[in-house]
């Protein structure tokens, strides 16, 4: 009896932690992958206790900025996107919540799912970095279009999200702690910790790095941006983005879309002109046919090569560049 009295108040314990404000506001704003069902529900749950107004930052590895740490830069969390934008916004509102639920490799359905959950939990507008890489024919087939098989869930439609209406995740219903413990796992190590043994075990067979990585990367970019197409009448991805901006336009969330802007050093290497000047006047028709209530931030020019990484991630000099390209912006959507 004495250890199931003790196991109650340890597990009661936990529960009000998990509950707790200060918990619920670090796993809102800290950025971490979107890597597992519980762990995405803590955060929806998290987000949906926060006060207003509320940003939410969506898209891919881009937008998530993690890649930073791959490249030796410590502390990325306080220097990706979702940090530059509350940086960025602190003079004029500093009550403005900002927060990033990118995710490394994430295709533009994924980041259709994403904002419609985030619109039943209550945001008050979204900042959605989109590339032209999302849009590529790879991604049309059925087992590619969605990077987590959880976030194509049928029962999930017209924005009704199944794990907000399930007891499991919902914050009023029991053990939310575990999803909570789901999400820091994700946090800490950078992924499932699943994924990051099979991860290990892969780079410990493979031994030294092989140079040839970044050639067949950047061939393998070029390949699916040669193939990208924006019609949302006979495309899946480009008609997730339509339907899912159109949804959110009629629910009066303002969405602003920026454009992933390429390293300009690459570019070239990327696409030829004329399929460049095509897919990104594409891409903007896409967007503007989502509805009058978004805002769409083209191709920056200042983003110069040394505010990236490589051939499309950014710095954190370069996600402050973004920052201050957004912000008024935003601002302006939330009036």
Do not use: C
Not at 59 to 65: I, M, P, Q, W
Not at 133 to 156: C, I, N, V
């Amino acid at each position: 009896m004495l250890a199931i009295a003790l196991f109650a108040l340890l597990a009661g314990g936990l529960e009000f932690l998990a509950r707790s404000a200060p918990v619920a506001a670090y796993v809102a704003s800290r950025p971490a992958d979107v890597a597992t069902e519980p762990a995405h529900a803590a955060r929806l749950n998290a987000l949906s206790l926060q006060p207003r107004p509320r940003v939410l930052v969506v898209g891919d590895s881009v937008a998530l900025g993690r890649i930073m740490a791959d490249h030796g830069i410590g502390g990325w969390q306080s220097q990706e996107l979702s940090a530059a934008l509350r940086k960025a916004l602190r003079q004029e509102r500093p009550d403005i919540v900002v927060a990033n639920f990118a995710g490394n490799g994430l295709r533009p359905a994924d980041q259709a799912e994403l904002m419609r959950e985030a619109a039943e939990v209550g945001v008050d507008a979204i900042v959605l970095v989109v590339g032209l890489r999302g849009f590529s024919a790879e991604f049309e087939q059925e087992a590619e279009r969605y990077t987590y098989p959880w976030l194509r869930d049928p029962a999930k439609v017209a924005g009704n999200s199944v794990r907000l209406a399930s007891s499991s995740f919902d914050p009023a219903g029991p053990w939310h702690f575990r999803a909570v413990t789901d999400f820091l796992v994700v946090d800490r190590l950078g992924g499932p910790l699943r994924t990051l043994l099979t991860q290990l075990r892969e780079e410990a067979k493979a031994g030294q790095p092989n140079p040839t990585r970044e050639a067949v990367q950047a061939l393998r970019m070029r390949q699916r941006l040669a193939n990208a197409g924006f019609d949302p009448a006979t495309r899946f991805q480009a008609g997730k983005i339509a339907e899912t901006l159109r949804f959110l336009n009629a629910r009066d969330v303002p969405v602003v879309v920026v454009y992933a802007t390429e390293n300009p050093a690459a570019l070239p290497r990327m696409m030829p002109p004329a399929m460049i000047a095509r897919n990104r006047a594409a891409l903007e028709g896409l967007v503007r046919f989502g509805g009058n209530r978004h805002a769409y931030l083209g191709p920056d020019s200042s983003m110069r090569t040394e505010f990236f990484l490589d051939q499309m991630h950014p710095t954190a000099a370069g996600y402050e560049q973004m920052a201050r390209r957004i912000a008024p912006v935003l601002l302006g959507v939330l009036k």
